[in-house]
């Protein structure tokens, strides 16, 4: 299989460091990409998904000199965020939704892996286990080895999970995603997760499938486990 394109934030921290940024200038930079980041709209990653997140954090900016930084920011990420085939690895601080306004009720857990223990044991429905399907056709497509396959779709599963109880649409998908972010303690497994979560879109909601799918990144090999799982956490 070819070589994945690099975490766009770790191509961005390697960029600033070459242009003799500090160690202060470096994070500065990196938590509000890691915004932006946030911000994007899973299912689309596109020029213009970008330019409405880097609208949607100026909104919440304190003053015009914190949206000056913060676009200036936007278009030093830019070419990174490209160049890695528009992927969003992280977890960062401007939510997805607000929980005041999309309550996402989870079935009693004892932490991650109960919730995916829960999840590989649930019956699927119809219209779950079609979704699953065409995701794992997708996966095979992408050239993915069975135990790869195996450990997104227990992603998969975990979000079907987590949907049961809400409404079928992209908002509360979004919520849901910012609901189980934090389950994920780690920047490879935030991203990992995320990666999913995106990429598992347009199979759980076919009408996504009608933008051009050329526009779809590959999908995620989970940062430093390019061929399994990170471990959860």
Known sequence: MAQLPKDPLQAFRAALERRGYGTDGVERRLQMARRILAAL???????????????????????????????????????????????????????????EEI?????????????????????????????????????????LERSARGHRLAIARLLLLGLRPLERDGRHYRALIERLLPLFTRDETRSYF?????????????????RDSASRPAAPQGGAHPRGRPGHG
């Open 41 to 99: 709209d899973p299912a689309d990653t596109s020029d213009r998904g970008y330019r409405l997140a880097v609208d949607r954090v100026v909104e919440g900016l304190p003053d015009p000199a914190a949206a000056a930084r913060c676009q200036q920011v936007a278009r030093e990420f830019y070419p990174c965020f490209v160049e890695a085939g528009r992927r969003v690895p992280v977890q960062a601080q401007a939510p997805l939704a607000r929980p």
């Open 103 to 143: 309550p996402v009720p989870l079935p009693p857990h004892d932490g991650l892996d109960d919730l995916v223990r829960q999840a590989l044991a649930m019956k699927t429905t119809a219209a779950e286990a079609r979704a699953l399907k065409d995701y794992d056709a997708y996966l095979k497509r992408e050239g």
């Open 194 to 210: 995320l990666g999913v979560a995106r990429d598992f879109h347009p199979h759980l909601f076919p009408g996504a499938a009608s």
